[in-house]
């Protein structure tokens, strides 16, 4: 996880966290974490790098060791450069029982990516996932910020069609 680059929270980003720390107890700053690394994941390219989650840390007044825990923790965190898209999905036991293992052969056949690698042209970062918690509309895709469900290899390359699309 070692990182030399330099993060700065900007002032929109300040206001954004503050907007989260103003719901809580003054000294409660911890409960406001989870949005923060968000806010600071999406400034700094879609991926924490050591330096972003110490920014937090600073602007939080929070030990760094329990920011790093809860991004080391979370799959929605990035702790390396991704592509402009992150794939996640989930192969738990419901997600399996429903199929997901025809939909991560065809993810993988069709991007000729791993687990946890990034597509030649960076549009495209497969992950696995424990749960995303839609068992009921297994199997479950989580396209960035988007849910897709009751996925089929079809859904998929539409769905892939549609971004790669959008560019």
Aim: a negative charge.
């Amino acid at each position: 996880m070692k990182d030399d680059s330099i993060f700065e929270l900007s002032p929109q980003d300040k206001t954004a966290i503050d907007t989260w720390l103003a719901q809580y107890p003054a000294d409660q700053k911890r409960s406001a974490l989870i949005p923060a690394l968000h806010i600071a994941q999406k400034a700094n390219g879609g991926w924490l790098s050591e330096a972003a989650m110490k920014a937090v840390a600073v602007y939080l007044d929070l030990p760094q060791i329990q920011v790093f825990e809860v991004a080391t923790f979370y799959s929605m965190f990035e702790l390396a450069p991704v592509g402009k898209h992150t794939l996640c999905v989930c192969t738990n036991v419901s997600c399996l029982l429903s199929g997901s293992d025809e939909i991560v052969s065809h993810l993988k056949k069709r991007l000729r990516i791993d687990f946890n690698e990034t597509t030649e042209n960076q549009q495209f970062t497969l992950k696995e996932v424990e749960c995303l918690g839609a068992c009921v509309e297994a199997p479950v895709l989580r396209v960035d910020e988007a849910f897709h469900t009751h996925l089929t290899p079809e859904k998929i390359d539409a769905l892939l069609a549609e971004l790669e699309k959008k560019g």
